[in-house]
Nanobody
Framework: QVQLVESGGGLVQAGGSLRLSCAAS????????MGWFRQAPGKEREFVAA????????FYGDSVKGRFTISRDNVRNTGSLQMNSLKPEDTAVYYC????????????????WGQGTQVTVSS
């Protein structure tokens, strides 16, 4: 089991940046792929980005490619999502997850989730 806690959300103007963090507890964090999803009111949970257990592979949703960067530090048991050039449509609750299955673009690959952090982008 991995416990996850997100932080770093907030209110930002369009064009601005935020950096989300995901702190993991549990000795096996480095054996899980890590991903970020988001969910806006009335919408389904959407894949944002994922990174393999080693950090060697990264994956991005089409809507964030080129603007967001995912990273992880297996020594510190942390993950991050750097979000640049934010748009109002990026407004959502962002969740980090730990996945034991390889299809990291699907929420069903994930075994554990954090509680989420709100990101609001004003126009």
């Amino acid at each position: 089991q991995v416990q996850l806690v997100e932080s770093g959300g907030g209110l930002v103007q369009a064009g601005g940046s935020l950096r989300l963090s995901c702190a993991a507890s549990g000795r096996t964090f480095s054996s899980y792929h890590m991903g970020w999803f988001r969910q806006a009111p009335g919408k389904e949970r959407e894949f944002v980005a994922a990174i393999s257990w080693s950090g060697g592979s990264t994956f991005y949703g089409d809507s964030v490619k080129g603007r967001f960067t995912i990273s992880r530090d297996n020594v510190r048991n942390t993950g991050s999502l750097q979000m640049n050039s934010l748009k109002p449509e990026d407004t959502a609750v962002y969740y980090c997850g730990a996945a034991s299955r390889p299809n990291v673009r699907s929420q069903y690959a994930y075994d554990n989730w954090g509680q989420g952090t709100q990101v609001t982008v004003s126009s």
